[in-house]
């Protein structure tokens, strides 16, 4: 296995084209956004994540909680959360697709294990597949805290499609 990439921290967001999308396998396609030829995707900086590394079959993202994301019990509200744990869960699944597959999240369930705050600092979110079919692949992540403890966790189920053709 090779070692896995890691993106800079100058990173340049955008869209890419669905049909460029999918004409790149899944490893190809995160190698290429870390390394900058490729933009981030827009959310990731509204939200204060980044990848930090892929290889096929597993992502780690960071992200940054801040009080932006604050409900009114005062902590990091738990759509942030979910957002970071479908991230690296669907991303584990993109990081397997051949050339010509794109894939879409069906389901996610996620399970809130301790509170967070700005004063968490910056938490580790890790995707694992589970495994990946021809039409269906599932997923698992992880959210720690610098401590490496255990902040939340999840599962996903994402299905595979073919990816649009190129316009013409």
Known sequence: MNAPTVMPNAVHFGLVPMHELGGMD???????????????PPFSQTAGIRMLSAEHG?????????????????????????????????CA???????????????????????????TGPVRAEGKVINVGGRIGTSEGRLLDAKGRLLA????????????????
């Not at 899944?26 to 981030?40: K, L, T, Y």
């Not at 992502?59 to 979910?82: D, K, Q, R």
């Not at 699944?93 to 004063?119: M, W």
């Not at 966790?153 to 013409?168: E, I, N, Q, R, Y």
């Open 26 to 40: 899944g490893i190809a396609f995160f190698h290429a956004m870390m390394a900058g030829d490729m933009p981030a």
């Open 58 to 90: 597993a992502v780690v993202f960071e992200g940054i909680p801040s009080e932006a994301y604050y409900n009114p019990l005062g902590t990091v509200h738990g759509g942030w959360t979910a957002m970071i744990l479908d991230t690296v869960m669907a």
């Open 93 to 119: 699944v993109h990081s397997t697709l051949k050339a010509g597959q794109v894939y879409t999240s069906v389901e996610i369930k996620v399970n809130f294990d301790r509170p967070i705050s700005a004063s």
């Open 153 to 168: 966790h999840g599962t996903t189920t994402c299905m595979v499609l073919d990816a649009p053709k190129s316009p013409d």
